[in-house]
């Protein structure tokens, strides 16, 4: 429930509905790219930025181009919920092996599939352009207005930097020292797996 429909809810509102929309005053591209970056490292994972990016970039489009909240929140749930029933079909049967999801084919299907949708959005929707009443005077300067952004990145970095760490040195860092016993057998022995 929180992975595949309060997340969706929540961060499309926060990063489509507000942040993206006061950005698009720049240029929708702007607001797409910058609040699409922003989204996948909000994630706080170095590596997540990389795969999330795709993703993020087609929900500000597709938030921008319909006009609606409601296609991107219905995008970000339908991608939330495979990956949710991934985790839950691997958590109560371990020995559940996904083959076809690592196939090329069923990628390069996804592919073909997310880029067509993408067409047909573009082909059969005209985006709203912003109204002069809904645009505010600037009243303080680009430092008082982007300061969260930085404090933002500062914590980025720093889950960044502390995942790959962790990642590169991960045997300075244990607690405890893995210790096994001696082996049981005296000879080497050679095993094969029937």
Do not use: D
């Not at 509905?17 to 989204?39: K, M, T």
């Not at 795969?51 to 939330?80: D, E, K, T």
């Amino acid at each position: 429930f929180g992975l595949a429909i309060s997340a969706p809810i929540c961060e499309e509102t926060l990063f489509r509905g507000v942040i993206q929309r006061g950005y698009e005053r720049r240029g929708p591209w702007f607001a797409i790219l910058f609040v699409g970056l922003l989204f996948a490292a909000f994630h706080m994972s170095f590596l997540r930025l990389l795969a999330l990016s795709p993703i993020a970039l087609a929900l500000g489009y597709v938030a921008w181009r319909s006009g609606s909240l409601v296609s991107s929140i219905l995008m970000h749930f339908s991608y939330n919920a495979l990956t949710t029933i991934v985790l839950i079909v691997s958590s109560f049967l371990p020995g559940t092996q996904f083959t076809f999801l690592e196939q090329p084919w069923v990628s390069g299907a996804g592919l073909a599939l997310g880029l067509a949708a993408l067409w047909l959005l573009h082909r059969t929707t005209r985006p709203e352009p912003i109204r002069e009443e809904e645009l505010e005077p600037e009243k303080a300067g680009w430092l008082g207005r982007s300061w969260p952004l930085g404090v933002a990145a500062l914590i980025f970095l720093f889950m960044a930097s502390t995942e790959l760490l962790i990642a590169r040195f991960h045997e300075v860092l244990a607690v405890q020292r893995l210790s096994l016993p001696a082996e049981p057998w005296q000879a080497p022995e050679s095993w094969t797996y029937q």
